[in-house]
């Protein structure tokens, strides 16, 4: 069954999308399907729990995503990401970087869409809620014809409810994770063509979609789109995505009660023992493009960062914008 709330997904990005991140896209989006930054199912198993899979209730709905090759010890982490309220597990499939190699999991799994079955047949055994694939559309020399399909037939004859496919292949060698996210060229065709072929599968895109616009005009051939970069370099384009994609009226986004949710939250945050940075770095880009951004992105990358900081710091960032005109600081 191809759930509403999948038609538009932000991305799982290492080192981004951790709860701040998270918290502030749910401000921007009520019904975006969010994604954990990838956790590894040793680190569930044996790690600190709270601190790897804690997250804010308001986050649903929120999808874990899980790396590793073991099907036994993949469905104990599934089973402990539902216990802590996930509402969805997702296998990493597609990370290039060399942690992720080494540990024979992420990209270089396209290699092995059988024991990539068997992962997603031991998770879906364990746990009750969906269960999903996020993968490349080949790595290495590998023909993205034969090899994505093998991936896909044999994920969803395991019984996974959706695929995520990045439209790039994976270079495991000779180029680093970020020129992996660039140089292979994209190839949506491969991607539409996979879901010619499997009408009755939910199948989402993700690479190089730049805006919520350009995300929409792919559920012309898929069934959801993801975003990655664009979402976090320029959140603010998130506050269309509820309009566009599941049929509210677009109304004027109230920026104000976002920093006001933002600075409470920081608040929360910093009584606990973090800092104000942990929260604003995610919130750089929020006002791109807008008079006064330049203003606002000095300050949260200044004193937002210092010793003490407090939720003041955003109150005053946010009082550099203009709403109301353009100016040479719009950018």
Known sequence: MIEKYMKFAVAPMMDWTDRHCRFLHRQLTRR??????MVVA???IHGARERLLGFDGTEHPVALQLGGS????LAEA???GEAFGYDEINLNVGCPSDRVQSGTFGACLMKAPVLVADCVAAMKASVSIPVTVKCRIGVDEQDPEPALDALADGVFAAGADALWVHARKAWLE?????ENR?????????????KA??????IGINGGIQSVEEALHHLDHVDGAMLGRAAYHTPGILAGVDAAFYGGKPNTFDFAALIDAMADYAARHIERGGRLGHVTRHMVGLFHGLPGARRYRQILSTDATTPGAGPDVLKAAFAAIDFGGTDAEAA
């Open 42 to 44: 040793d680190a569930v």
């Open 197 to 202: 072929k499997n009408p009755n599968k939910f």
């Open 70 to 73: 073991d099907p036994q010890k």
């Open 78 to 80: 599934a089973r402990i």
């Open 32 to 37: 975006a399907l969010l994604y954990t930054e």
């Open 174 to 178: 000779g180029l680093s994770p970020k």
């Open 182 to 194: 660039d140089i292979p060229p994209l190839d949506y065709g491969r991607v539409y063509r996979l």
